[in-house]
């Protein structure tokens, strides 16, 4: 099915661990987006990108990167994981009509 | 100064009643979107419903409209006839611009339940 798919769905780290968050979609769509939610907070906008190869600083960049090689694969890595970073990750595209934005079904990811 | 307000952190309905959740936006941009997701207890976002800041009638898509009225900044989000699988939480969100450089801010949400 078309759409947004984030990988993976749940993960537990270790302070100090690093790993990247995956998201995939096959809609040909320029703009990705990645966010995270915390309860109270709503989603916050971490890093997004206008199209392969960019990338920009959302409202809550620190602590992530993030790489957009191909246009299809938008990745979001922790290099050095916080408990701080505990929070649901959402992944979103947007493409046409321009209020069409497609989410992904999240990455929960716990910090210990 | 936060750029979208939801004021009620949780609502209560009874089923088939219609129920007005609150969102208040600022912005000096002339163009803007405003939308409304709904996120079940499965998490995932589903999206709602679109307002342009240009549009000059209020959205409606089913049982869902957008009551915007401009010089007032507000967008409130009308479900009517509430059903018990309205019961999630909603976020109203806003996009200052037109284009995807410019991303959306969502408000905090209001827990929204319906009872039978």
């Known amino acids: 099915n078309a759409g947004v798919t984030q990988t993976p769905k749940f993960r537990v780290l270790k302070t100090g661990q690093s790993m990247t968050l995956l998201c995939a979609q096959d809609?040909?769509?320029?703009?990705m987006y990645w966010y995270r939610q915390d309860p109270g907070m709503g989603l916050r906008l971490i890093h997004y990108?206008?199209?392969?190869?960019?990338?920009a600083k959302g409202e809550v960049p620190d602590g992530y990167n993030v790489s957009r090689l191909k246009k299809q694969n938008f990745l979001l890595g922790l290099e050095s994981a916080a408990p701080s970073q505990t929070s649901v990750y959402f992944c979103?595209?947007?493409?046409?009509?321009?209020?069409?934005?497609?989410f992904g079904s999240g990455t929960r990811l716990t910090v210990v | 100064a936060q750029k979208i307000t939801q004021t009620q952190p949780g609502m209560f309905v009874q089923e088939k009643e219609a129920v007005t959740l609150d969102c208040t936006y600022d912005?000096?941009?002339?163009?803007?979107?405003l939308f409304w997701y709904k996120q079940p207890s499965s998490g995932e976002m589903i999206f709602l419903i679109y307002?342009?800041?240009?549009?000059?009638q209020n959205a409606t898509e089913g049982r869902y409209s957008l009551n915007f009225q401009k010089a007032r900044k507000s967008a409130n989000l009308v479900i009517s006839a509430s059903q018990l699988g309205d019961s999630a939480m909603y976020f109203c969100?806003?996009?200052?611009?037109?284009?995807?450089?410019?991303?959306?801010?969502f408000g905090k949400g209001t827990m929204l339940l319906v009872s039978p």
């Open positions: 979103a595209s947007l493409g046409q009509p321009n209020y069409g934005y497609t």
């Open positions: 809609m040909n769509h320029e703009y």
């Open positions: 990108s206008v199209g392969e190869g960019t990338t």
């Open positions: 912005t000096s941009d002339p163009s803007y979107g």
């Open positions: 307002q342009g800041s240009y549009d000059q």
């Open positions: 969100a806003m996009r200052e611009g037109n284009s995807g450089y410019s991303t959306l801010t």
